[in-house]
């Protein structure tokens, strides 16, 4: 399974903008790279995710280099509802299952 | 349009007891597949099932097992519950369970299992 590395504690101010980084340095060519989020206790909740393109949806961008190597997760005007321990996760598709396979995350805090 | 529901929301169990738990995938999705989260840890994957057959297993005993109905809803069941057991169980739903650029697992609120 190709591993990711994120920081485990970041903090952003309200309405600005939240980078949220990523190391997959052994990702595969056709694994894809997904972003999910989770709110105490709640499920994780789907954000975005890509393969080499970068992507953009009403939630999120997401940045992936050329070399795929890394991403950044960039919530564009952070609110304090975006608080929440964010997951980035290398999709795998293993003994014939598809799993998702969390790491520690990131826990954002968003000031006021 | 309702998401993937979960129940109970919580459960408590003492040692040795034996747990089931039941999960609602998103309308027209045939795949669902269960994850438990320890206290400050992420989520472990424990199974996938696709069209009542199942795809995959985590690395979890044989006191944990499920299955999935025609109506594609799943039950997960632990049998002789240990401490170690008590998590928050995660049922997630996609559309057919293989990897593809649309096929995303959105998750169940979850059921908090406490083992005493």
């Known amino acids: 399974d190709a591993k990711t590395t994120q920081p485990p504690s970041m903090d952003c101010a309200e309405g600005r903008a939240a980078n949220l980084p990523c190391n997959h340095s052994?990702?595969?060519?056709?694994?894809?790279v997904y972003w999910y989020r989770q709110i105490h206790s709640q499920g994780p909740q789907y954000i975005i995710h890509g393969l080499k393109n970068n992507e953009t949806n009403e939630m999120a961008s997401l940045i992936i280099t050329e070399d795929r190597k890394s991403s950044t997760l960039i919530l564009p005007h952070a609110t304090l509802r975006d608080t929440a321990v964010y997951y980035c996760i290398v999709r795998v598709l293993g003994q014939g299952a598809q799993k998702l396979v969390f790491g520690q995350g990131t826990r954002l805090t968003i000031n006021p | 349009d309702a998401g993937v529901t979960q129940s109970p929301t919580h459960l408590i169990k003492t040692r040795g007891q034996h747990v089931t738990l039941r999960c609602s995938p998103i309308?027209?999705?045939?795949?669902v597949s269960w994850y438990q989260q320890v206290l400050g840890q992420g989520p472990q994957f424990i199974f996938q099932?696709?069209?009542?057959?199942?795809?995959g297993r985590g690395n979890f005993p044989d006191r944990f097992s499920a299955r999935q109905f025609p109506n594609y809803s799943s039950e997960l069941n632990v049998n002789a519950l240990l401490l170690g057991d008590s998590a928050l169980y995660l049922c997630a739903s996609s559309l057919v369970g293989r990897l593809s650029s649309t096929d995303t697992q959105y998750f169940g609120p979850g059921t908090r299992l406490t083992v005493l």
């Open positions: 309308s027209g999705h045939k795949s």
């Open positions: 099932y696709y069209e009542k057959e199942e795809r």
């Open positions: 052994t990702i595969s060519g056709n694994e894809y």
